[in-house]
């Protein structure tokens, strides 16, 4: 009992040893106490770090956040809260994970998630940035707010703080977050006192909603990083560029409307471009049949034997097969193919017995019900069945047995054609085919 006593205290003694600490440093501690006076009340630009004691990528970033709060000081203030411990100050700004930072502008009510590097170089520059923006603002007779109402300042709120889904950014986090992400974005390079930019403005927010998850889109203050701007060859106001999931060197040109369903049917036909097709799947045991049912249609073809077929035949059918999932590639289906006779149990629950090799079978797992194919196994007829499928107008019909079932372990295919099994040798040797039978043989 004492030896396990010793090691939990060792344990609590080596947790607080490495726990964030910024006692001592210019990095101000922060509490639902004195955050409104300190922070919300203050005419000061704010950054501030949301963080756990014991998380490590907080415990990363302590060294780094104190080296940039005393680098800033006396220009932006940083500050820390213990969002561990005062869970109802965490939970007021949205803060799911540690560390997170927010930057508290001009209007303290709207802060915005700060995306920049990890390093107390990029916070600086975050800072920095921030700070910027709202002199511009007051130089331009904004007030220094950063709302929408009042037309400058920052148009981002990083991931939908304050309802906003546009993402803010600037020349220390466009090339993390844009250039090398994998992701689509569309960007727009504002100034806050153009005109046109701010009737883009609620537009631009709610495509950003509209299109989560699909294409992120984003915002520049054009007038603050001028060099971003010139990079891109911005020239006028508002200018919007696509950066594809892909090679971002060369963005394109956003020519479309500047209403929100104008840009959210841009984005959501480039991000279908850049989404990979399913692969067409042979069905060899039960794993593959479980990834393939727990989408929404499960789509099985039953192809003829190799010794029918040939490999040519079977490449044949597999490429159609992979045509129709990418035309099909927006849609929730899996893709599978099994050599005929081969699942007998998956044959007999889909009732493909009755219609001959090649079949097509759509699966629905979670209503226990498929849908077979009555035309003819061709890209017109696929097509036509599947497009009757997605609508719900296919004709469907209950798994028999009321479960999905059982598939068998199977060889994968080796891409070469089949060979006809060799019979067994008779040896022929004492046989003579001259002599006739004797009587007695007879």
């Known amino acids: 009992m004492a030896v396990s006593q010793a ?28 955050f409104q006076s300190r922070v919300i009340d203050s005419e000061y630009v704010w950054i501030i770090e949301f963080y756990a004691p014991w998380c490590g990528h907080c415990k990363s970033l302590a060294p780094e956040w104190k080296k940039a709060a005393t680098a800033l000081k006396g220009i932006v203030k940083v500050g820390a809260v213990n969002a561990d411990s005062h869970q109802s100050l965490g939970g007021q700004y949205g803060v799911r994970g540690f560390p997170t930072i927010k930057i ?11 995306q920049g590097a990890r ?20 130089l331009s007779g904004g007030g220094g707010s950063s709302s929408s109402s009042g037309g400058s300042g920052s148009r981002g709120s990083g991931s939908g703080s304050g309802g ?53 889109l984003g915002a520049v203050d054009a007038t603050v990083h001028q060099s971003l701007s010139s990079r891109y060859g911005v020239q006028g106001f508002p200018t919007i560029k696509f950066f594809p999931a892909g090679d971002k060197s060369s963005p394109e040109d956003y020519q479309g409307g500047r209403t929100a369903s104008d840009i959210v049917s841009f984005g959501e036909s480039k991000a279908l471009e850049s989404v990979e097709p399913p692969k067409v799947e042979q069905l060899v045991g039960q794993e593959s049949f479980e990834a393939c049912t727990e989408k929404q249609l499960c789509t099985v073809a039953f192809l003829p034997h190799i010794l029918d077929s040939g490999a040519e035949g079977r490449n044949n059918y597999i490429t159609l097969l992979q045509s129709m999932a990418d035309k099909y590639k927006a849609r929730p289906f899996g893709w599978l193919w099994s050599e005929g006779a081969v699942q007998t149990k998956l044959e007999e629950a889909v009732d493909v017995g009755g219609f001959g090799y090649p079949a097509l079978v759509t699966i ?23 497009q009757a499928v997605t609508i719900g107008r296919g004709s469907t019909q209950a798994i028999r047995g009321s479960e999905l079932p059982k598939i068998y372990k199977s060889e994968p295919w080796d891409g070469k054609d089949g060979e006809i099994p060799a019979e067994d040798d008779i040896d022929l040797s004492d046989v003579s085919l001259d002599d006739e039978p004797s009587k007695d043989e007879l």
């Open 164 to 216: 906003n889904d546009v993402v803010e950014l600037t020349e220390s986090n466009f090339n993390e977050l844009v250039m090398q992400s994998s992701e689509p974005w569309l960007v727009e390079f504002f100034a806050p006192w153009c005109g046109h930019c701010k009737s883009l403005e609620p537009q631009w927010k709610r495509a950003a909603t509209d299109l989560k998850g699909k294409v992120k």
């Open 7 to 34: 090691l939990i205290l060792l344990s609590v003694l080596a947790c607080s040893a490495y726990a964030v600490d910024y006692a001592g440093s210019d990095v101000i501690d922060l509490t639902p106490t004195n």
């Open 104 to 114: 508290f502008g001009a209007n303290k009510n709207s802060p915005t998630d700060y």
């Open 364 to 386: 629905s797992a979670k209503k226990l019900k498929y849908a077979p194919l009555r035309g003819a196994f061709s890209k017109t007829g696929i097509n036509e069945f599947l």
């Open 119 to 138: 390093s107390a170089s990029g916070i600086v520059q975050g800072g920095l940035d921030a700070a910027r923006q709202v002199a511009n603002a007051r």
